[in-house]
């Protein structure tokens, strides 16, 4: 018997096919910003020597916006686990290969420009040649903020085979790649040692806590609409987070600067900030806006460290007061966001994303 009106009225509207996740958009944005908070809490510590005797006000600040913004890779984790597990499996091997090319050719131009910019100023007394070396391995010199991609590209390696294998194919040469990547440290030890000659560091490598994050994240992020929203709940998560805020700074102060990204606090500020945005409507006069810087975060990623170190020695100072201290954080943290994401809408209006993130 075919439903009344009334019943299929009450009756949940099926979720739209392909339909796009703006909370997720967001959740991107949001990590973006928070790297760039990280390291300019970074340039602030690095100005009083990571203690407070040398500016209390300085470190103070700079703890706190550094403890804020430690869930910002661990938020980037948990979108790669919800995008490879969830929301964009791989069909086949050359998804997988197309995704990473997509990654991998834009790190590799970063790399270039780095290794320009410090041969331009003289920070590195290494060749640049031994640096451009090393990055091939896994270095993070002389843009320290890329050692998150060599750990992305295998995570998003390893996701995607498995995901592949439940489906009843055969991924040979993602899973050639991943082999590759699992025998290389010894095999690179053991060429060093019969040839006599400096084994490089090799960094394409991920931890466990990296795996769970992208698949507990993923599970976070698939969970229903009913299961997260609500207003009462959110600010429960919110209040939590704030909670794991404060404990992420007091450890950072008390026990170790910067917090491993392993640390429980550092897993409860990501996982309650997680929790509070999944799920969350996004007015649509903002969506388009939304989706443009979402689209651009990997780009301002990639670029921001350029800025950032540009406008840190004119901002920052240990000297500096509280107001000063506040307003040196904001406004180191504001330009460079502002550059930043610019940068990554111009050359994507230019069609140049392809090759520069």
Do not use: N
Request: glycine letters at 10%; proline letters at 6%; one cysteine or more.
């Amino acid at each position: 018997m075919r439903a009344s009106a009334p019943e299929e009225a009450r009756a949940p509207s099926p979720r739209p096919r392909g339909e796009h996740r703006y909370d997720i958009d967001l959740v991107r944005v949001l990590a973006s910003v928070g790297v760039i908070v990280c390291h300019a809490a970074g340039e602030m510590m690095k100005a009083v020597d990571r203690t407070p005797a040398e500016g209390g006000p300085v470190y103070w600040t700079a703890l706190a916006g550094d403890a804020l913004s430690r869930c910002a890779v661990p938020l980037f984790f948990a979108i790669a686990g919800w995008v490879v597990l969830s929301g964009a499996p791989p069909r086949d091997g050359g998804q997988i290969r197309r995704r990473l090319t997509r990654i991998v050719v834009p790190m590799a131009v970063w790399t270039a420009v780095y290794l320009l910019w410090d041969r331009v100023r003289g920070v590195h007394t290494d060749p640049t040649r031994d640096l451009a070396w090393d990055a091939l391995f896994g270095s993070v010199r002389p843009a320290f903020h890329l050692w998150y991609l060599y750990a992305y590209v295998p995570v998003i390696l390893l996701l995607s085979v498995l995901v592949l294998i439940r489906a009843g194919r055969r991924p040979w040469g993602a899973g050639a790649a991943l082999l590759g990547l699992a025998l290389a440290p010894t095999l690179i030890g053991d060429l060093a040692r019969l040839l006599d000659v400096e084994r490089p560091a090799f960094g394409w490598q991920f931890g466990v806590y990296q795996i769970v994050y992208a698949v507990v994240g993923a599970v976070l992020l698939s969970l229903p609409g009913h299961a997260v929203a609500g207003r009462g709940r959110r600010l429960v998560w919110l209040a939590g987070g704030l909670c794991a805020w404060a404990a992420v700074a007091v450890y950072e102060h008390r026990v170790h600067f910067p917090s491993p990204y392993a640390s429980v606090v550092v897993a409860l500020l990501a996982g309650t900030l997680l929790m509070a945005l999944a799920r969350i409507r996004v007015p649509e006069r903002f969506r388009p806006l939304l989706g443009r810087l979402a689209g651009a975060s990997f780009g301002a990623y990639l670029v921001h460290l350029l800025f950032l170190e540009a406008v840190a020695p004119r901002v920052v100072s240990a000297d500096a007061g509280w107001p000063g201290a506040v307003g040196g954080l904001a406004g180191l943290t504001g330009a460079t966001v502002v550059l930043s994401f610019a940068a990554a809408l111009l050359w994507t209006r230019l069609r140049l994303g392809r090759w520069l993130g």
